[in-house]
């Protein structure tokens, strides 16, 4: 499947370890981390920042502080190439 295993980053090579990792730090710290289980099938993403299409979630996955400012998720730098891979698994998570 495309995009299931992506290049390395700083949270691993699975796209969804890095929501792992931010999970599991979250609940630590005694917050809750998104779930990105579904995302695939919602209507919007960033709590409501942005309607869910192909662009849209590439743009998410690239720019995601931007986006939503302080989400616990992190800025990982990705180019656009960089960005299609993560954006296209997690599109088929439904």
């Known amino acids: 499947m495309r995009g299931k295993r992506s290049q390395p980053t700083s949270c691993g090579t699975d796209p969804l370890s890095c929501q792992r ?8 710290a005694g917050v809750q981390a998104p779930d990105l289980t579904h995302v695939g099938s919602r209507r919007l993403l960033a709590a409501g920042t942005l309607v869910n299409t192909p662009e849209n979630l590439v743009d998410w996955v690239q720019h995601v502080q931007e986006i939503k400012p302080g989400t616990l998720m992190p800025d990982m730098k990705r180019t ?3 960005a299609d891979d993560p954006s296209a698994y997690l599109a088929t998570l439904r």
């Not at 990792?21 to 630590?28: F, L, W, Y």
């Open 80 to 82: 656009p190439a960089q």
């Open 21 to 28: 990792d931010v999970a599991d730090h979250a609940a630590a």
